[in-house]
């Protein structure tokens, strides 16, 4: 070999070297390129999402906003009609200022309603799990509602036969039971009859609300564990509520490693159907 194809050869050796360093560079901006891509692909998922929760807590600002504005402005107009000295008579008087109390009552459980919510939804909620008598404390909620009950003209019945504990947080359950028996109550019109029953399974103890009253609209059955949703016919019956109730029992459930759900004819009735893991 001369020196001419010997330079030959090494220019063509740095040739193909050049060329391999080209294509690994290629490769690597190709790499680099669908990673930025996928990159690109999670921030904007990332942003949608933040978009979604952004809109969900304005949506949860105004709907509670709205929510106490009602009760409040309530307050106001009776205060304002005290300071004027402007009714017919003290019954008059006394039964305006009564409503004024039960308008504060509706704010006081309304904002009790929105911290529980943002408890759970923060995580910041605390249970503390221990063996828990259900026929006991239903129970006993059942005679702190029974007064309501009556001045509504409902009849309670109790059949408390499971004798098993269940393993959960008694304020939870309390507030749940509580809440699915007013319910009851509260959607059966004068006359009728309100059922609860608790019974043993083989690995849970099964907690029946029955009610004969309005029933919940099938085409609206979908939506009644979400927050703030209440169905049309519930909202011409009873204006008060707050549509937070039974997505507050849906997640004290979960957190039970319960389950809830239910069965509801249209003017009918209803009944809520609770299961929680017993103590073993
Ligand atoms: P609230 O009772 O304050 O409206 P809840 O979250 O407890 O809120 O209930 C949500 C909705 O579910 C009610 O507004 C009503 O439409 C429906 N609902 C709940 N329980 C019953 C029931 N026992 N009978 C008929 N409808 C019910």
Known sequence: MNEQEILIQKLQEDLSACKKELADLTLDQQNAAKLLIRRDLALSRANEQLKALDEAKSQFISVAAHQLRTPLSA????????????????????????????????????????????????GKDHFVFLPVDCSELISSVVSDVSALAAERGISIMTDMKAQAKAVGDSTKLNGLFQ??????????????????????????????????????????????????????????????????????????VKRHGGKIWFESKPNEGTAFFVNLPKVR
Request: glycine letters at 6%; proline letters at 2%; one cysteine or more.
């Open 179 to 252: 809440n699915l028996i007013e319910n009851a109550i509260k959607y059966t019109p004068s006359g009728g009859t309100v059922y609860v029953s608790s019974t043993e399974q083989e690995d849970c103890v099964a907690i029946t609300v029955k009610d004969s009253g309005i029933g919940i609209p099938l085409d609206q059955q979908d939506q009644i564990f979400s927050k703030f949703f209440r169905a049309p016919n519930a909202l011409k019956t009873q204006t008060v509520g707050s549509g937070l109730g039974l997505f507050i029992a849906k997640e004290i």
């Open 75 to 122: 307050i106001k107009w009776i205060l304002h009609m005290v300071t004027l000295g402007q009714f017919k008579d003290e019954e008059e008087r006394q039964d305006f200022l009564s409503k004024a109390s039960e308008s504060t009552d509706r704010m006081i459980s309304l904002v009790n309603d929105l911290l529980e919510v943002d408890h759970i939804e923060s």
